[in-house]
């Protein structure tokens, strides 16, 4: 009884070792890879190609896989101390997408490329950002995105990478600095409303210049205006009526007031005769 329970345990023992062996077997040269999965096949180190997707069979301990995604990823690029071209620090932060496009060059041409291409973005953000001032980075902040991703493209290529979109999205500033901004903001618009109001003064001013010569060619019209006046006095029912005179009925009576309170002419006596006192 002591040597069949002895052969059975061994028995036991060794169909666990044979079911372990074969799990690593079939682990090692059954692979299956998703739809946006792709296999970078090495034999004996070497480069040999990719595969997938689907079910791939290698050779165990002779080939070995390396997988890779191609969806596009989305990174968050931490707030950055950038120093603008007019001397404003502020923190930047930003959002990468970007997918691998060549599973060969992205597992050969770079160790790890995920955090290869986070700390090329941050560098590549201060930099860039750094050549401008603070206005171009509040106001064309598109603009400098899309800068960013040209300059990422042409430098991940090599690598396999594709970058899909670059987006600033938070510049924060300090207090200071806001509140700097906010007055400049402020001034701007009275500086506006001033010249809004002084283009209205020189409109209204160049308007009743333009008016007085077409009355002064035609005197009917100011003789038609009074007489508007008069009948918009007379809508209001008004107890007092001020009637302005036209100054060429008062210029004759003023030069006739003039005459008559003129001083008497001096008296000159004749050479030779002194008056006796």
């Known amino acids: ?3 069949a329970l002895q052969d059975f345990v061994t028995t036991i023992l060794f169909v666990i070792v044979i ?3 074969l799990s690593v ?3 090692a040269t059954v692979k299956i890879l998703r739809e946006y999965e792709r296999g970078v096949i090495f034999t004996l180190g070497r480069f040999q190609k990719v595969k997938g997707p689907g079910l791939i069979v290698l050779i165990p301990f002779v080939q070995e896989m390396v997988r890779v995604d191609l969806r596009i990823q989305v990174i968050e690029i931490p707030a950055q101390d950038v120093i603008s071209r007019d001397n404003v620090s502020m923190k930047v932060d930003a959002v ?3 997918n691998v496009v060549d599973p060969e060059h992205a597992i050969i041409k770079v160790q790890q490329y995920l955090p290869a291409t986070v700390m090329l973005a941050q560098t590549t953000l201060r930099a860039v950002l750094g050549q401008h001032p603070l206005d171009e980075m509040l106001s064309e902040r598109k603009k400098l995105s899309l800068d960013l991703q040209v300059i990422l493209e042409g430098q ?14 938070t510049v924060e500033l300090t207090d200071n600095m806001i509140r700097a901004i906010a007055k400049q903001a402020e001034a701007e618009r009275d500086r506006r409303a001033k010249i809004i109001h002084a283009e209205a003064e020189f409109q209204a001013a160049q308007t009743l210049v333009d ?3 077409i009355i002064a060619s035609v005197p009917a019209a100011m003789q038609l205006r009074y007489l508007q006046t008069l009948t918009e006095i007379g809508a209001e029912q008004n107890s007092t009526v ?8 008062i210029k004759p009576l ?19 005769i002194h008056a006796i006192p």
């Open 25 to 27: 077997l079939v682990r």
């Open 242 to 249: 001020i009637f302005p005179m036209p100054l060429d009925v």
């Open 211 to 213: 008016a007085a010569t």
């Open 19 to 21: 079911f372990i062996v």
């Open 156 to 169: 991940t290529e090599v690598w396999g990478i594709k970058i899909s979109n670059v987006e600033i999205r």
């Open 96 to 98: 990468l997408y970007f």
């Open 254 to 272: 003023l030069a006739l007031l003039e005459t008559k309170t003129a001083p008497p002419p001096a008296i000159t006596l004749p050479v030779g």
């Open 1 to 3: 009884m002591t040597f």
